[in-house]
């Protein structure tokens, strides 16, 4: 008797699944966020304890770095028009891989000549935050916003992101 309960609510779920894949999603979702009302708690998932907002795995980096001097000194050689700024901030690896390329200091300022003779500027830039998950390489990225001609003026926000060496140099930016 207990079997023939449970097969009229099976079958139903299986029709509605199969006749109905969208309103099934739909039914699962608002089940969910029932259940999130009522319990006030949300499922947590794989990893964390129930009550705790920290995942149980070990930690292996450490984020919310302070800015280093070599990004700082970019962003603020972007905004000034500065090579030197610029330039002082690179690792000797990327010197010696600009280098090779035909670029330098020289190229630098007149790339960023270049931009300020089209009205290119960087107005403004906001460290966002840092990561060093250990090793060779810290991560940084900054929010800038680049006044440019070609969009009537207007400011664009531009993502970059620094690939920096142990002491505290550039060796990429994206």
């Given at each position: 008797?207990?079997?023939?309960?449970?097969?009229?609510?099976?079958?139903?779920?299986?029709?509605?699944?199969?006749?109905?894949?969208?309103?099934?999603?739909?039914?699962?979702?608002?089940?969910?966020?029932?259940?999130?009302?009522?319990?006030?708690?949300?499922?947590?998932?794989?990893?964390?304890?129930?009550?705790?907002?920290?995942?149980?795995?070990?930690?292996?980096?450490?984020?919310?770095?302070?800015?280093?001097?070599?990004?700082?000194?970019?962003?603020?050689?972007q905004t000034t028009y500065s090579a030197d700024l610029v330039w002082d901030s690179l690792s000797?690896?990327?010197?010696?891989?600009?280098?090779?390329?035909?670029?330098?200091?020289?190229?630098?300022?007149?790339?960023?000549?270049?931009?300020?003779?089209?009205?290119?500027?960087?107005?403004?830039?906001?460290?966002?935050?840092?990561?060093?998950?250990?090793?060779?390489?810290?991560?940084?990225?900054?929010?800038?916003?680049?006044?440019?001609?070609?969009?009537?003026?207007?400011?664009?926000?531009?993502?970059?992101?620094?690939?920096?060496?142990?002491?505290?140099?550039?060796?990429?930016?994206?």
């Open positions: 008797m207990g079997l023939s309960l449970l097969k009229a609510p099976v079958r139903l779920i299986i029709k509605l699944v199969v006749v109905r894949p969208l309103s099934s999603i739909t039914m699962v979702v608002l089940l969910g966020v029932a259940l999130v009302f009522l319990t006030g708690r949300a499922p947590q998932p794989f990893g964390v304890q129930a009550g705790s907002n920290a995942f149980s795995a070990p930690v292996l980096a450490q984020g919310n770095l302070p800015a280093p001097l070599a990004t700082e000194s970019f962003m603020k050689g000797n690896d990327l010197h010696s891989s600009l280098s090779q390329q035909g670029g330098g200091r020289q190229a630098i300022q007149e790339q960023l000549e270049r931009y300020r003779q089209e009205g290119r500027q960087m107005e403004n830039f906001t460290y966002v935050g840092g990561y060093a998950p250990g090793g060779e390489k810290a991560f940084y990225f900054y929010v800038a916003a680049i006044r440019r001609p070609e969009l009537g003026g207007q400011a664009d926000h531009v993502f970059f992101a620094f690939t920096v060496d142990p002491e505290g140099k550039i060796l990429s930016v994206e």
